[in-house]
């Protein structure tokens, strides 16, 4: 299927879909992601692979090109719960999404050729993650925040542009004898994430959804695990990179962790290595407004800019609310803290694949 619109001289312009079968458009729609100001991790080609093949969603990578130059792409994916609704987003997992296009007309076609796609499966919205404001007159969710911060080239600096107070928490981490190794497995990490989720009253991805990040993803995916001085993992991370940043998306900590600095003490030593690679972006991930992650970032020192969740609204009357803020939510979230953490773990991925 291809939407063409245009005519210039170096030809159409043709919306069309990324192929899972088709190794060369994935590599060449990589490349312009690499290269396209406005693409970020979560439009990368590998997540076709792991939304279709670990939650079974239905893709539709939509890529504008031109004379065999790509000029635009969307990520898209169909997630259709009876619990949570049905919906075409860009994209589920994703804390970023959205058109990345190097021209209006790209970005203009893609946006279309995703509304009619909506409009054919009958889905009561489309979503798109926008990192930047694209549409005003949207819908728009303003729960979310992202922080972002530079990274200093030199190691001290960087410590030095820690508050006061979260610099004691970093330097009670490193007097306590706690040291962090780069993984590329998730046997630590999964087990101090999964009860850190239980904890919040969360359900949890999938282990194999985390396994799978690590081989699709390779060198541009790791986990920082922090250890005790009885080496035992107490903190863990799990980051992504992309150009010159580095993402910490998910995470988790043992119950001890808070005494020992454990999680202060893992950040910055991802700082701290992201800083000695040549890394010049810390991006600490999205938050919502007045939680607690919200407020530890802003303790270290990053300022929350909003993301601009926007919506095109069909069979529905306003914004979904498919979150743990949202107050119909309270009874489930105080059910599921009192699970036993195998029963949370095998019932978890039927629900948080709707979630998206």
Not at 285 to 306: C, D, I, L, V
Request: hydrophobic residues 40%; contains cysteine; proline residues 5%.
């Amino acid at each position: 299927m291809a939407l063409t619109t245009g005519d210039k001289s170096s030809g159409a312009l043709a919306v069309r879909q990324l192929q899972a079968e088709d190794p060369e458009s994935a590599r060449r729609w990589d490349d312009f992601v690499f290269r396209c100001p406005e693409a970020t991790f979560f439009h990368r080609s590998g997540w076709q692979e792991i939304v279709s093949g670990v939650f079974r969603h239905r893709t539709y990578f939509l890529y504008a090109e031109r004379g065999g130059a790509i000029e635009g792409v969307l990520p898209l994916a169909h997630v259709n719960s009876r619990l949570f609704g049905n919906a075409l987003v860009s994209l589920p997992f994703a804390v970023y999404g959205g058109v990345a296009a190097v021209n209006a007309e790209a970005a203009e076609a893609l946006e279309a050729e995703a509304q009619a796609i909506a409009q054919q499966l009958g889905v009561d919205h489309l979503e798109l993650r926008n990192f930047n404001q694209r549409h005003a007159d949207w819908p728009t969710q303003d729960l979310y925040v992202c922080f972002r911060k530079p990274i200093d080239p030199d190691v001290d600096a960087n410590m030095q542009t820690i508050p006061r107070k979260q610099r004691a928490m970093v330097r009670k981490g490193i007097k306590n004898g706690l040291r962090s190794d780069v993984e590329r497995t998730v046997g630590h990490f999964f087990p101090l994430y999964a009860d850190n989720v239980l904890r919040h009253g969360t359900p949890a991805m999938p282990r194999r959804y985390f396994e799978r990040l690590l081989q699709v993803f390779g060198e541009d995916c790791d986990v920082l695990t922090v250890f005790d001085p009885q080496g035992r993992a107490i903190s863990s991370v799990l980051n992504f990179y992309f150009r010159d940043e580095v993402l910490p998306y998910y995470a988790g900590d043992d119950v001890s962790a808070r005494d020992l600095a454990g999680n202060d003490f893992k950040y910055w030593e991802l700082m701290r290595r992201s800083c000695e690679r040549g890394l010049r972006v810390f991006d600490y991930g999205r938050s919502k407004q007045g939680t607690g992650s919200y407020a530890f970032k802003k303790n270290w020192g990053f300022e929350p800019k909003p993301l601009f969740y926007e919506y095109r609204l069909y069979r529905r009357d306003s914004i979904p609310q498919n979150n743990p803020a949202n107050a119909k939510y309270r009874l489930f979230i105080e059910a599921w803290r009192r699970l036993p953490i195998g029963v949370a773990n095998r019932l978890g991925p039927f629900i948080v694949r709707n979630l998206g």
